[in-house]
Nanobody, 115 residues
Framework: QVQLVESGGGLVQAGGSLRLSCTAS????????MGWYRQAPGKQRELVAL???????NYADSVKGRLTISRDSANTTIYLRMNTLSPAATAVYCC?????????WGQGTQVTVSS
């Protein structure tokens, strides 16, 4: 099993930046991928970005150029750097880890962007 804990959310003004962290209870090098999702009020959860075991990254079209997913050298933490935030980015951000066939989820961290 893998436990995931997110941190780094909070309240930020439009145009500001945040960096979210997701720390796994064990090395993530053996996982297929880890990803960040978000769910805004009244909307479905959507994929924001993911990083594969090999280090490849994928982003939702709506966030390309403004968000960057990365991981640390110890392969225990992934990050989501978010720049030039707009109120539309307000959501609960969760990370997940694919250990095929099981996918694990963290509890999420709230990001609120004020106008």
């Amino acid at each position: 099993q893998v436990q995931l804990v997110e941190s780094g959310g909070g309240l930020v003004q439009a145009g500001g930046s945040l960096r979210l962290s997701c720390t796994a209870s064990r090395s993530i090098s053996s996982l297929n991928y880890m990803g960040w999702y978000r769910q805004a009020p009244g909307k479905q959860r959507e994929l924001v970005a993911l990083i594969t075991r090999g280090g490849s990254t994928n982003y939702a079209d709506s966030v390309k150029g403004r968000l960057t997913i990365s991981r640390d050298s110890a392969n225990t933490t992934i990050y989501l750097r978010m720049n030039t935030l707009s109120p539309a980015a307000t959501a609960v951000y969760c990370c997940n880890a694919d250990l095929g066939p099981t996918v694990y989820w963290g509890q999420g961290t709230q990001v609120t962007v004020s106008s």
